[in-house]
Nanobody, 126 residues
């Protein structure tokens, strides 16, 4: 059974940092790209970042570029999202998802992903 489990969310002050983890099971994660999305109530889920299976491609949305870093440890079946210099507008539920292929084509569209985690809440507030 394919599963993705996010962890690492929580409350943080503006300017602070968090590291999200996405641990995969039930499939060989090194064969797939993994993406991160976020969603606030009333809005569509938006793509944040994606990493290809061999880590030769990392893509970031413009609103996080320079602040967030995606990485992966295939030996641990885990993908990370290091988030620095967090802003109140980063508040959202963050989801990881398995891309249908090993790369990140169309990374920001939910249609390119087939399995999703349950999400982890990130709240940036003073």
């Amino acid at each position: 059974q394919v599963q993705l489990v996010e962890s690492g969310g929580g409350p943080v002050q503006p300017g602070g940092s968090l590291r999200l983890s996405c641990t995969a099971s039930g499939f060989t994660s090194e064969n797939f790209g993994i993406g991160w999305f976020r969603q606030v109530p009333g809005n569509e889920r938006e793509g944040v970042s994606c990493i290809s299976n061999t880590d030769d491609t990392r893509i970031y949305a413009g609103f996080v570029k320079g602040r967030f870093t995606i990485s992966r440890d295939n030996a641990k079946n885990t993908v990370y999202l290091q988030m620095n210099n967090l802003r109140p507008e980063d508040t959202a539920v963050y989801y990881c998802a398995r891309h249908r292929n090993h790369y990140c084509a169309g990374y920001g569209s939910v249609t390119f992903y087939d399995y999703w985690g349950q999400g982890t809440q990130v709240t940036v507030s003073s």
